[in-house]
């Protein structure tokens, strides 16, 4: 089994904070996402990376980067924490195009910003 | 643009059937996909559909595609209290974005005993 494991469940970080959210997958996926959960708005995308070194945007990556120095890790920096970053941060892995790979999902870190 | 779109509830007795629907706008995606997320967990892929098909039978699950009108649904026969969750449909368009999938809102499901 796929197994992708996000190191923390909950985090409580302060405003203007920098902020580090580690994924890691252990079934070697070129793809790799971080996605946001907000209620009513569904997961919508931050950034993904499709190999090591390599990132494209998604639909919000405003106030976020990431890092893909190693295939197996994905990183999402807030690199100054707001309060309306609060939310649930879902890190998924696939392999190949999403047409034809499901994505996998790990547990989810919910980060309050106070 | 891409959307996708569901109703945000859904409340069923156990033993009846529930049917959860989903409209999408990308009449070029290939593939669309059901999740399901439980309290306190990621998103679990439950089934698929390639978009040449109408029905897929899965179980006690049973997605049906209307690709005309862009519909999506999900009916879960028998539906049991550990059925109770959020159900996301989402597309996956070809083209740029083909290493993603676009989600809706999700779909909460409360089945009553």
């Known amino acids: 089994d796929v197994k992708v494991t996000q190191s923390s469940r909950y985090l409580v970080k302060r405003t203007g904070e920098k902020v580090f959210l580690e994924c890691v997958q252990d079934?070697?996926?070129?793809?790799m996402f971080w996605y946001r959960q907000d209620p009513g708005l569904g997961l919508r995308l931050i950034y993904f990376?499709?190999?090591?070194?390599?990132?494209e945007k998604g639909d919000i990556p405003e106030g976020y980067s990431v890092s893909r120095e190693k295939k197996e890790r994905f990183s999402l920096i807030l690199e100054s924490a707001s309060t309306n970053q609060t939310s649930m941060y879902l890190c998924?892995?696939?392999?190949?195009?999403?047409?034809?790979?499901?994505?996998?999902f790990g547990n989810g870190t919910r980060l309050t910003v106070t | 643009g891409e959307d996708v779109e569901q109703s945000l509830f859904l409340s069923v007795r156990e033993g009846d059937s529930s049917v959860i629907n989903c409209t999408y706008t990308?009449?070029?995606?290939?593939?669309l996909y059901w999740y399901k997320q439980e309290p306190g967990a990621g998103l679990q892929l439950l089934t698929y559909?390639?978009?040449?098909?109408d029905m897929k039978q899965d179980q006690r699950l049973t997605v049906l595609l209307n690709k005309k009108d862009k519909h999506l649904s999900l009916r879960i026969a028998d539906t049991q209290t550990g059925d109770s969750a959020i159900y996301f449909c989402?597309?996956?368009?070809?083209?740029?974005?083909?290493?993603?999938?676009?989600f809706g809102s999700g779909t909460r499901l409360l089945v009553r005993p």
């Open positions: 998924a892995t696939g392999t190949g195009t999403a047409y034809n790979s499901p994505l996998h």
């Open positions: 079934m070697d996926h070129e793809n």
């Open positions: 990376s499709y190999d090591v070194k390599m990132k």
């Open positions: 990308d009449s070029s995606s290939t593939y």
């Open positions: 559909i390639f978009s040449n098909m």
């Open positions: 989402a597309e996956s368009p070809e083209g740029d974005s083909s290493y993603k999938l676009i």
